[in-house]
């Protein structure tokens, strides 16, 4: 553009004494915006392969890449409807409605028929719309059919499109909008959307083109919502406070497991740790007054990841003062039977494309399996009193004589674990408590003498569904003197730092804390329960920690 061709604005260009005219300014202003936008977008396009070299050399010759993303504005003398309220508002219409109405969402597919005449599928919040676009249809402007054909040429599958038009019912029956004006793009794909991704790679690192090629993470996303929703809304109902406790702690207990540590630079450089659990923060509002509490909440554990486990993930935790063993089970069950009830009724409306537990009856009651008996009756051996020095020992014997191969770092509990997961857990198809485990896998938990086994035993049971643990819950240990001895046991059972000595935790139950039932559960397991996925990695909205980091890397 010549300097002649701006005569006008001398007087703004020379710092003329004489003031310019206001409709002068706005244009000049006008003008320097867009070559400054367009100067922007030219040289901020970052990397390029060829297919988005091209797309955005497609764009460049209709008009600046800087035009392309312009705010949201919407039409006076429209209605601006979502697509959902869109659906529900003329879904009854048979013919052009008057009414003017305003909609957008991401372009879906694109059809030409001829030179004057395109169809639009539209989509935003799972919801679709046939955009009907019409030459003849389109009121008057000026380079209106410029205009036209220069939509034409830019839209693609995978462009954010707002349209002004008529909502109508096409010959074949759609409910479709009838465009007024030429749809505007609000912000084009720059890559070209297939119809399928396969590749594993880049589902993993591009969580938003799996998202943006099939319907099941959104699914598994309302999927998660509502199990988060119906159990908040549970323990709500049945009076229970909602509470949240610290992320940070200097000792991160509450379970057996490696933390992540981190320092805190406003507190002299103090080494701090993510929290294991909430657990023991939780109790610690229990001695303090409260009676029936729950949180929903992360917690971090620094282990590995397999198809079952992610070092970062959301347990429901709660805790009720009077409650028992007999109670929490109980609850335990409503819960989950109320929760799957829910799910599948609201399954082909929410989120058609998860399937549902393949033979899994949530019936109450839960069949319960006591962890000793079924262990000696599955292996055909005795247990040694497992309070006894020795016992260590004597298991592993018992492992050698059954051919079963040792876990690392072989302490009684990981021994006595290794025995659950290969005689009790694969016969917990349906729901399934697991009861009485031996004392030594529960140092958080009140205990007696079992008079069946003569074994010491925990006040706890776990739930398990397809051979998978679900819930962990006990009475809880409220004396401080059993607490301690518990927690020094820990330290013989344990390798250095995964077990530790808590004197605040101790202290506060010093102050008494009251016969308290507690309960916990994996929420990203129940979620991979009523997706019926494998891994929950297939059900986090960015994979595990492997994902993040990948997605981090990615050039």
Request: proline residues 7%.
């Amino acid at each position: 553009m010549s300097r002649t061709s701006l005569s006008f604005l001398r007087p703004y260009l020379y710092r003329a004494s004489a003031p310019a005219k206001p409709e002068y300014a706005r244009a000049y202003v006008s003008i320097q915006r867009r070559l400054a936008q367009t100067v922007a977008a030219e040289n901020f396009t970052g990397p390029h392969d060829v297919e988005k070299q091209k797309r955005l050399e497609q764009l460049k010759r209709v008009k600046p890449l800087g035009d392309y993303h312009p705010r949201l504005v919407y039409s006076t003398g429209a209605e601006s409807l979502p697509l959902r309220d869109f659906h529900a508002k003329y879904e009854s219409i048979q013919e052009t409605n008057p009414d003017v109405v305003s909609v957008f969402g991401r372009v879906r597919s694109v059809r030409l028929l001829g030179s004057k005449l395109m169809f639009l599928d539209i989509e935003r919040d799972t919801q679709r719309l046939q955009v009907m676009v019409e030459l003849k249809k389109l009121t008057a402007r000026d380079r209106l059919e410029e205009n036209f054909k220069s939509f034409k040429k830019v839209a693609r599958i995978g462009d954010w499109v707002s349209i002004k038009g008529n909502p109508m019912r096409t010959s074949t029956g759609q409910l479709s909008i009838l465009a007024a004006e030429v749809p505007q793009v609000l912000a084009p794909c720059l890559h070209h959307l297939p119809e399928k991704v396969d590749d594993a790679e880049t589902l993993a690192r591009r969580p938003h083109i799996h998202s943006l090629t099939s319907d099941e993470p959104g699914d598994i996303l309302r999927l998660r919502a509502l199990i988060y929703d119906y159990i908040r809304t549970y323990f709500i109902q049945s009076g229970f406070l909602e509470v949240e406790t610290p992320f940070f702690d200097v000792n991160a207990g509450g379970a057996i497991a490696r933390p992540f540590e981190t320092v805190a630079n406003e507190l002299s450089n103090m080494s701090i740790r993510l929290r294991i659990a909430p657990e023991l923060n939780l109790k610690r509002l229990i001695v303090g007054g409260q009676d029936k509490i729950f949180e929903i909440g992360r917690s971090f554990r620094n282990e590995g990841v397999d198809n079952s486990h992610n070092p970062e993930f959301t347990t429901c935790e709660f805790y009720e003062v009077g409650a028992t063993l007999p109670s929490v089970i109980a609850r335990t069950e409503q819960l989950l039977h109320g929760l799957h009830t829910a799910i599948e009724s609201l399954r082909s409306t929410y989120f058609p494309s998860l399937t549902a537990p393949e033979g899994v009856d949530f019936s109450a009651p839960f069949a319960q399996l006591p962890f000793i008996p079924t262990i000696e009756q599955a292996s055909g051996r005795k247990l040694p009193d497992l309070s006894s020095p020795l016992a260590s020992e004597e298991v592993l014997k018992m492992f050698k004589d059954l051919n079963i191969d040792i876990p690392p770092n072989s302490t009684l509990p990981r021994l006595l674990d290794t025995l659950a997961e290969h005689y009790i857990e694969p016969l917990c198809h349906n729901p399934t408590f697991i009861t009485h485990h031996p004392e030594a896998l529960s140092p958080l938990s009140k205990s007696f003498v079992d008079p069946t086994t003569n074994q010491r035993v925990a006040s706890r049971v776990e739930l398990f569904i397809n051979s998978r643990e679900y819930v962990n819950a006990y009475e809880e240990e409220n004396s401080p003197f059993e607490q301690r001895r518990k927690f020094m046991q820990q330290l013989e059972f344990h390798p250095e730092g995964e077990a530790a000595i808590d004197e605040s935790y101790l202290e506060a139950l010093e102050w008494g804390m009251p016969p308290t039932g507690g309960w916990g559960c994996g929420l990203d397991r129940l979620v991979m329960l009523f997706a019926s996925k494998k891994r929950i990695a297939d059900v986090l909205p960015f994979g595990t920690l492997r994902n993040v980091v990948s997605i981090a890397k990615h050039k």
